[in-house]
């Protein structure tokens, strides 16, 4: 089964960037669907990027859309997440999921379709 590492995390002020990274040792990420998700205290984990498993089709959450980039080398068997324009609000853990999924193309959007989870990074985000 693949496993998950996060980097990149850590403190930046309002409006700065980020990029975090997710390698996989194992299986190769062409088997996987692979998502980041964060989990801010007291809050649910929720959805901030998706790739699908062919690395064609890509998908946003509402709030990171347009500050956000997922992307996927499958050479090195890691997917990153750039995120510009940090807010506050942008303060959490920060996890990357894998999901062995049959479909190709299907982004997917919640916790339960993924099956492997790294132990996550934190991204905080002073005002």
């Known amino acids: 089964q693949v496993q998950l590492v996060e980097s990149g995390g850590g403190l930046v002020q309002a409006g700065g960037s980020l990029r975090l990274s997710c390698a996989a040792s194992g299986p190769t990420l062409d088997n996987y669907g692979m998502g980041w998700f964060r989990q801010a205290p007291g809050k649910e984990r929720e959805f901030v990027a998706g790739i699908s498993r062919s690395g064609t089709r890509i998908d946003y959450g509402e709030s990171e859309k347009d500050r956000t980039t997922i992307s996927e080398d499958f050479t090195n068997n890691t997917v990153y997440l750039q995120m510009n324009s940090l807010k506050p609000e942008d303060t959490a853990v920060y996890y990357c999921?894998?999901?062995?999924?049959?479909?190709?193309?299907?982004?997917?959007?919640?916790?339960?379709?993924?099956?492997?989870w790294g132990q996550g990074t934190q991204v905080t985000v002073s005002s």
């Open positions: 999921a894998a999901a062995a999924t049959r479909d190709w193309f299907t982004v997917l959007l919640t916790v339960r379709e993924y099956d492997y």
